[in-house]
């Protein structure tokens, strides 16, 4: 165990925004934190980080964790390599040569404070903190102001975590990046746990997703599909079929008449997760299926 909260409640101008939370954080994994805005998912960080104080309950750690609320600030005039032989120098001569290569922090080594982008200065942060010993970080809200270039790096960033053998917790709203990094999730609505587990644990009671079939030709695949009696329509993703198809069998009756290029589900995994255990009250998205 990494991290645990237990019974965690804090409060704000007599509003209480976490209420009795409790949940573990297994040590190594990448664990995603989900919730709608207002649920309390990053009061919960600043309680971690000791910014704000806890009415209730206690948070336990296995080590000091780092929390990163967007990226760091640093020195303007000074490039990314005195930063780093400088933090090396207060750490008692830590070499400064073990900032990993996965961080990709080597690609701007010689670029001055003023000038890092948001996603240098979160691997910047990460790497500062990595040299003084650190296994255990917490990033909130770490894709904002990410172009897709740098969404794709700070996803590198975590995978190069998990292999170190760090802690990894997430908060953020871009779901479909965190299907692709995380195995264990906590959603939290209205201040209070929902749902905790593996991913696996947590989607298994989910409702299925539905398909989309991308072909050679569209049209003629929501044909072939209707000649089987398979409702289907075409879209921008191409043809859709609903969640109670036999993917199997849809594939059986468009293949051998059309190129099927790509399948993808239309619904994803960490949405349906999100839709049920973390999204506002009464504000359950409905989405719009194509039948």
């Given amino acids: 165990m990494a991290l645990a909260f237990d019974d965690v409640s804090i409060e704000r101008r007599r509003h209480r925004l976490v209420r009795g939370v409790s949940f573990e954080v297994q040590r190594g994994s990448v664990h995603a934190l989900l919730g709608h805005n207002g649920a309390g998912k990053t009061t919960l960080m600043r309680g971690l980080a000791g910014v704000v104080p806890l009415q209730t309950g206690r948070i336990f750690s296995a080590e000091v964790p780092v929390v990163l609320f967007g990226g760091g600030r640093y020195p303007a005039d000074l490039t990314v390599r005195s930063i780093i032989e400088h933090r090396a120098r207060m750490l008692g001569g830590v070499d400064s040569s073990r900032v990993p290569a996965d961080l990709g922090v080597d690609e701007f080594l010689e670029t001055r404070g003023a000038a890092l982008s948001t996603g240098m200065s979160q691997r910047l942060a990460i790497a500062l903190a990595l040299m003084s010993g650190s296994r255990l970080f917490v990033l909130d809200e770490p894709t904002a102001g990410l172009d897709p270039q740098g969404v794709e790096q700070l996803r590198g960033v975590i995978q190069a975590l998990s292999r170190m053998g760090s802690t990894v917790v997430v908060c953020s709203h871009d779901l479909a990046e965190l299907e692709l990094v995380c195995g264990f999730v906590t959603c939290l609505r209205r ?3 929902t749902a905790h587990g593996t991913v696996a644990h947590v989607s298994d009671d989910l409702p299925r997703a539905g398909h989309f079939l991308r072909t050679s ?15 289907s329509e075409a879209g921008a993703r191409g043809a859709h079929i609903g969640a109670d198809v036999s993917l199997t069998a849809a594939l059986a009756a468009v293949s051998t008449h059309v190129d099927v290029y790509e399948i993808t589900v239309d619904t994803g995994l960490f949405t349906r997760i999100y839709d049920a ?3 506002a009250p009464g504000r359950q998205r409905r989405r719009e299926r194509v039948a």
């Fill in 277 to 279: 255990h973390a999204s």
């Fill in 217 to 231: 030709d569209d049209g003629r695949a929501v044909d072939l599909l209707r000649a089987r009696a398979i409702a």
């Fill in 191 to 193: 201040g209070r746990v």
